[in-house]
């Protein structure tokens, strides 16, 4: 079995930032793209920002220069710092990661809990 598990999030005021952290565990082989997406209430799920095993990156336009992805693949970890956070980055924020696993070498897409962010004064 495989797990995402997500670290990181809270209440922050506008302006400031938070860092959140995602830690794969569980039967891996390796992984692939890894990422984050967000979802507020009411509106769809949207991608945040990826990042490939080769360490290229791609933001969604409303975060660039603002927020920042990194992976460490020691610790199958993905992280994202977000700076100058705006109210409407409040929203549940979910770990994402295309995952190859021994049993039979296929990759599969696997989701974090989600944690939340909440962006408020």
């Known amino acids: 079995q495989v797990q995402l598990v997500e670290s990181g999030g809270g209440l922050v005021q506008p302006g400031g930032s938070l860092r959140l952290s995602c830690a794969a565990s569980?039967?891996?082989?390796?992984?692939?793209?890894m990422g984050w997406y967000r979802q507020a209430p009411g509106k769809q799920r949207e991608l945040v920002a990826t990042i490939t095993s080769g360490s290229s990156t791609n933001y969604a336009d409303s975060v660039k220069g603002r927020f920042t992805i990194n992976r460490d693949n020691a610790k199958n970890t993905v992280y994202l710092q977000m700076n100058s956070l705006k109210p409407e980055d409040t929203a549940v924020y979910y770990c994402?990661?295309?995952?190859?696993?021994?049993?039979?070498?296929?990759?599969?897409?696997?989701w974090g809990q989600g944690t939340q962010v909440t962006v408020s004064s």
């Open positions: 569980g039967s891996i082989l390796t992984i692939s793209a």
């Open positions: 994402n990661a295309e995952i190859s696993v021994p049993s039979n070498l296929k990759y599969y897409d696997y």
